[in-house]
């Protein structure tokens, strides 16, 4: 057996056990400063991502390092409460292993959050945007021999962000009154912060916002055949002139992440209601 499957099966048996028959219909994947949602889930379970055999261990300011089983509008769900980067030096397998754990545990539907620089000018600190569409400068997680198990060699990444979710998020957003932008995502390595002159280069590209995750999780997901949903906190605004009053901060990052991660909780909630 593929040594990858072989792990991910190992840590998918180790959680099922865990789960007393629970069966999750969507997973949540938490970023910096957003762990907070996985407190509003109800009938909780929580496992730590040291007990899991074969799970990576994060290592990131905002990343708690925990696996919740609960219930979230009504529906079993699953929330990491913090993710892996790529920058932590784990390879593109291990970064993603849990999305493939998710899929064998029977997840059809994937939430993704992230704290991201504003690059689009109309956004401003604290706003929320759904995630429309991205640009990957991260290696491809699906290099190498393809995982006949979860998926095809080539899948189609046209509607990499489900639509019909995307519909549904903007009417719970004008429901609730929450203001909700819609935007391109520019995935990169990090873990530097940008320079003026890449953040003058991913604008031209038609990024709106960028950030240091999620896109390899997107895309292994949907290798895996899940709907996927994204949504970004804007923690701070890119920076286009090499002026030091706009000196980017991990903690200024994880502050404001908290501060917006409420807005966050109310629409995932509502909207996996809807599942």
């Known amino acids: 057996m593929d040594n990858r499957i072989a792990k991910i099966n190992e840590a998918a048996s180790y959680i099922n056990s865990r789960l007393e028959g629970r069966k999750p219909v969507a997973a949540i994947i938490l970023g910096s400063g957003l762990g907070k949602l996985a407190e509003k889930i109800d009938d909780s379970i929580t496992i730590p991502y040291t007990e899991i055999p074969c799970f990576p261990i994060s290592t990131v300011i905002g990343h708690k390092g925990n696996l919740i089983c609960g219930f979230l509008g009504g529906k079993c769900v699953l929330a990491m409460q913090g993710r892996f980067h790529y920058y932590e030096g784990y390879d593109m397998a291990t970064l993603t292993l849990p999305v493939r754990v998710m899929s064998r545990l029977g997840v059809k539907n994937l939430f993704v ?14 706003d929320t945007i759904i995630i429309r569409d991205h640009i990957n400068f991260m290696p491809n997680p699906l290099i190498g021999a393809n995982m006949e198990d979860f998926g095809p060699r080539f899948p189609d990444m046209t509607c990499a962000y489900d639509l019909d979710l995307q519909k549904k998020a903007l009417e719970i ?7 909700l932008h819609r ?9 530097t912060y940008e320079t003026p002159a890449e953040v003058r280069f991913f604008r031209s590209t038609g990024a709106d916002l960028v950030g240091m995750s999620t896109v390899p999780e997107v895309i292994v997901a949907r290798h895996c055949g899940m709907r996927v949903f994204g949504m970004s906190v804007v923690t701070n605004i ?18 404001t992440a908290d501060a917006s991660a409420d807005k966050m909780t109310v629409l995932f909630t509502k909207l996996i209601e809807t599942l």
């Open 113 to 126: 959050s992230n704290a991201a620089g504003a690059l689009n000018p109309e956004y401003k600190v604290g």
């Open 173 to 179: 957003g004008e429901e609730i009154g929450l203001k």
């Open 183 to 191: 935007g391109v995502y520019f995935g990169g390595s990090g873990p």
């Open 238 to 255: 890119a920076n286009t002139d090499n002026v030091e009053r706009n000196l980017n901060d991990g903690e200024d990052v994880v502050q």
